[in-house]
């Protein structure tokens, strides 16, 4: 073992023990920090977080997706507390506000008003279910009941309340289940790293629209919509397929009849080069789910932005034919307000165009490791940038993850490699000094953990 043991205050420690008695943390099997440490965060600042013994690690992974501008962001900060003392909330069913029509107007500009309306809602999964529910409830209104059916893409990841799982294709969160969960028909992923022998990342695509043809063909009259996630299978383990990909499921969704749902839950906000991910296919789906980064990180908040037509299908004088779903803080107006104080940052900060500079950057500084003897797939979108680590014996990329995680932390980096996927999602402010460091550190932590073994 080469890591250098962590010191850490009485008090740091007494928080963590703490922690594991009362709090069921989640993805987590509660044993594993009988070894494993927790952090117990204390303040954040910019990109970085503190513990309770004043260490630092660069969030490199933006607290699971959603930080975009870094922790405690003056300006995001300025907003919310603008709106706590104006209202912190108030239900949406009858009552309206400002945040929440402001919100959805932009967004709706956002996608040139094809997606003119929005639904909101707390998290990602919930955001998925109102999807699913809408399409199904959509074709029922039209007098078409019989579509009932999804399509989800195989290793795609969309949350894990019952019925997101029905599309989730990860047997370590789905398996257990599977008693209770509505299945979904699974299509191949147009995951790039399938490619064969003189194949590119558009025929793997090719290849996958072939199978969604197969199946829409023969089935179309019962399938209500296909999910996807678009560009990247995040949970997956940051699987990148080529935008041709969705120019080929719009096209046969709209030969077929067939909704599509585009899951920007994790690819929205400018992950992936541009504000939504459909965009650099040149498409726009029937539904769209956003969540994760709309909020900035801050706060619980999701959205499913709809077409017009699929409002229409729902307005009507009959209630039943009403789209009766809610959630007790569905709009809620300090996350609305931290999601429009997010949408100002974009706009005034010419965050795109920066943000493709830094991802630039980034990538000269990672290039080394795409003549490491034990990585393969170095590859990057947006902001988004993976690898995978080769191991030989199979106990050792079983504990890669864990092993990866301590020595990242040891070197003040805040990484969580999914299997032996190495992924970089960090917050957009990072200095040029701060990307070439993380490239740095992230190569180092690797080098440790193959190293343990040597
Ligand atoms: C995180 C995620 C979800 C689920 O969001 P939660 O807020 O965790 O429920 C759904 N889809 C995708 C693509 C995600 O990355």
């Not at 029922?140 to 294709?169: M, Q, W």
């Not at 147009?190 to 043809?213: I, K, M, S």
């Not at 950057?361 to 990057?380: D, E, G, S, Y």
């Not at 990307?435 to 180092?444: D, P, V």
Request: aromatic share 8%; charged share 20%; hydrophobic share 45%.
């Amino acid at each position: 073992m080469n890591r250098p043991p962590l010191i850490h205050g009485a008090d740091h420690d007494d928080w963590v023990a703490r922690s594991r008695r009362a709090v069921w943390h989640p993805c987590t099997q509660m044993k594993h920090h009988e070894r494993l440490p927790l952090i117990p965060v204390a303040r954040g600042a910019g990109p970085w977080l503190y513990d309770q013994s004043g260490r630092r690690y660069l969030d490199g992974i933006s607290s699971w997706w959603v930080n975009l501008f870094g922790h405690a962001n003056p300006r995001i900060n300025a907003a919310l507390k603008d709106q706590l003392d104006t209202l912190e909330h108030a239900m949406l069913a009858g009552c309206t506000h400002r945040s929440a029509i402001e919100l959805a107007e932009r967004l709706s500009a956002l996608t040139q008003h094809t997606l003119g309306h929005a639904f909101f809602a707390s998290d990602g999964a919930s955001a998925v279910e109102i999807a699913l529910k809408m399409s199904f409830h959509t074709w029922r209104n039209r007098g078409h009941a019989g579509k009932r059916e999804f399509i989800c893409v195989a290793h795609g990841y969309h949350g894990e309340t019952l019925g997101a799982l029905g599309v989730t294709d990860v047997a370590l969160f789905k398996d257990a289940y599977d008693p209770l969960i509505r299945q979904a028909h699974v299509v191949a992923s147009p995951d790039a790293r399938q490619a064969q022998e003189g194949e590119d990342a558009a025929a793997v695509a090719a290849r996958a629209l072939e199978d969604v043809r197969v199946l829409l063909e023969a089935r179309s009259n019962s399938i209500a919509a296909l999910i996807v996630e678009p560009l990247v299978q995040c949970a997956a383990g940051m699987a990148m397929h080529h935008p041709s990909y969705l120019t080929g499921l719009r096209a046969l969704c709209d030969r077929y009849e067939v909704h599509l749902i585009a899951d920007e839950i994790a690819v929205g906000c400018g992950r992936t080069g541009t504000f939504f991910a459909c965009e650099q296919a040149g498409i726009w789906p029937d539904l769209l789910c956003l969540s994760k980064g709309i909020s900035g990180g801050y706060l619980p908040l999701s959205l499913v932005l709809s077409r017009d037509d699929i409002f229409a299908a729902f307005y009507d004088d009959d209630t039943t034919r009403g789209f009766l779903h809610s959630h007790s803080y569905t709009g809620n107006p300090l996350a609305c307000r931290a999601a429009l104080a997010t949408l100002d940052l974009f706009a005034s900060d010419n965050v795109l165009a920066v943000n493709a500079e830094k991802s630039a950057l980034l990538r000269t500084a990672l290039a080394p490791l795409a003549v490491h003897p034990q990585v393969r797939n170095l590859r990057q979108c947006g902001t988004i940038f993976a690898f995978d680590a080769v191991l030989d014996d199979a106990r050792h990329a079983r504990t890669f993850s864990r092993r990866f995680f301590e020595h990242a932390l040891s070197r003040e980096l805040l990484l969580r490699p999914i299997g032996t996927t190495v992924y970089l999602m960090p917050p957009y402010i990072l200095e040029p000094d701060e990307l070439t460091w993380l490239a740095a550190r992230t190569h180092e932590s690797l080098d440790a953990t193959l190293l343990e073994h040597c």
